[in-house]
């Protein structure tokens, strides 16, 4: 592979310097670029001088230009560049379409001093096709920069330019210090599809102190407010109830047995925290709404709407992407420990719970009825605060703690997510955000509607690669993919 060449830049010292070439060499050149009955022309007919050849050179070099540029400018009509339509332009609207094609033929522009122009590179400076999309708009109000004595346009940033308020909502993210690359990339995608128009704050929790070189890092992917804070010792260690040696017996059979994070006493740690802790962190104590991030995820469409208003303006709760099958081995007792509970509190089971996604058997219930492992990918979440701080899910949640099953099996949040918001709330209040397309690996959403979310440039992602297309919670609440 060659080594790399970087581009002059003020960092790089600059390319050498060409010579310029002969008065006799450009002459040549430009003769050679004129059109055959030209040159045959001037042939014919040659010039005594030089000056006056060369004149003749360029006036016949500035008519072959001026009918090219004509002739460039019939094919390019009707919001075409040289008969091709714009990328994309039969599927995209007002705001899906270029502002300009090739500002340098889009008409005169002053210097930022005011006086002279480029027009006259553009002939008579008329655009190659018509704005409609500016019908309506103010011309931008110019700056002059006192540094650079250039004129400025004014900065758009969206967050800034959006006049509707804000819900009392916040990022969540769960995060390392040694995993703040992967976190600057979930970071990147989640302001680029979303945040950027809505300038939502960050809050990043950790059960070590977060270092200088993370904080400095991810403050730089947003320009939001970040938080930072630190678990308290008693949300992420062993409960005094907590027999720790039949705790390792059972992770070391787990590892025998090749289950999926069997030895991991972080991972158990993180899933109890996730189900019973994570809300009531004191930074947290002022929001109503969290959105779920985990290091290292992507987001391919543009998210246009405010998902925590869309949650409040229709009484929903839990908002999820992916949907997924459990390891047995993982939460062998959490299923009888969860019937249990609803029989000791029958009134926190909501009537028109969802025991339909969870059972597949439609002539039984949750006492009678055997769980299929279906449970939503809490990795992605959407959803109330306030349902968590609930007295249902506080008793639920201290019901399975004293259990111990997060660590005598490795019960994930997931799961429990999973099974209060199926059956303490009433199927309405949960929502599949079937638009975002969302990727954590090694799984991926992607909308299969072409027409509202691909063909408009909405989304980046491909229809046929997307996981479950014929999703358990479809069955049950319909496919939001045929509406």
């Not at 010039?47 to 006056?52: A, D, G, I, Q, W």
């Not at 122009?117 to 400076?125: K, N």
């Not at 028109?352 to 059972?359: A, H, K, M, Y």
Request: proline share 7%.
């Amino acid at each position: 592979m060659p080594a790399y060449t970087p581009l002059p830049t003020s960092a790089t010292d600059p390319p050498p310097r060409r010579s310029s070439p002969s008065s006799s060499n450009l002459l040549t050149n430009l003769l050679d670029r004129l059109p055959a009955p030209v040159q045959h022309f001037l042939e014919s007919h040659p010039l005594k001088t030089r000056p006056v050849r060369l004149g003749a050179a360029v006036l016949a070099g500035f008519l072959v230009l001026s009918l090219l540029g004509t002739a460039l400018h019939s094919r390019s009509s009707g919001g075409s560049i040289r008969g091709y339509p714009l990328a994309g332009s039969e599927g995209r609207g007002k705001w899906g379409t270029y502002a300009s094609w090739l500002p340098g033929f889009s008409g005169s522009s002053s210097t930022a001093d005011g006086g002279g122009s480029w027009e006259g590179y553009t002939g008579s400076g008329a655009g190659w096709r018509e704005l409609p999309e500016n019908d309506g708009l103010r011309e931008p109000m110019l700056v002059k920069d006192e540094k650079t004595g250039k004129m400025m346009p004014p900065e758009v940033y969206p967050a800034a330019l959006n006049p509707f308020k804000r819900a009392n909502a916040a990022f969540v993210a769960l995060v390392r210090n040694g995993e703040r690359e992967a976190m600057r990339d979930s970071m990147r995608s989640v302001e680029s599809r979303f945040n950027r128009r809505f300038g939502y704050p960050w809050v990043f929790l950790n059960d070590e102190p977060f270092d200088e070189d993370f904080k400095v890092g991810v403050m730089k992917m947003t320009r939001s407010e970040v938080f930072f804070a630190q678990i308290p010792k008693e949300h992420w260690s062993y409960p005094e109830w907590i027999n720790q040696t039949y705790a390792a017996d059972e992770r070391q059979k787990m590892v025998n047995e090749n289950v999926i994070y069997g030895g991991s006493e972080s991972y158990r740690h993180m899933c109890r925290f996730n189900s019973g802790f994570f809300f009531k962190q004191k930074i947290l104590e002022s929001f109503d709404w969290y959105w779920r991030v985990e290091p290292g995820v992507e987001l391919f469409c543009d998210i246009d709407y405010d998902v925590f208003h869309f949650m409040e303006a229709n009484n929903k709760v839990y908002g999820f992407t992916i949907v997924l099958y459990e390891y047995l081995r993982t939460v062998e007792t959490l299923w009888d420990a969860t019937r249990e509970f609803a029989r000791l509190h029958p009134d926190y089971i909501h009537p028109e719970n969802t025991i339909r996604f969870l059972v597949d058997d439609e002539k039984k219930g949750l006492q009678d009825g055997d769980w299929n492992l279906c449970h939503f990918w809490s990795n992605f979440e959407i959803g109330s605060l306030k349902f968590w701080r609930s007295q249902p899910y506080e008793d639920y949640f201290k019901f399975l703690d004293e259990k111990g099953g997060f660590f005598y099996e490795r019960w994930g949040d997931a799961p429990v997510h999973s099974f209060a918001a199926a059956l303490f709330l009433p199927q309405s209040a949960i929502h599949n955000f079937y638009d975002i397309s969302y990727r954590h690996n090694p799984y991926q959403t992607c909308p299969q509607n072409r027409k509202l979310f691909h063909d408009n440039g909405k989304c980046e992602c491909y229809p046929e690669n997307s996981f479950d297309t014929d999703g358990r919670w479809w069955k049950v609440d319909g496919n939001p993919h045929e509406l």
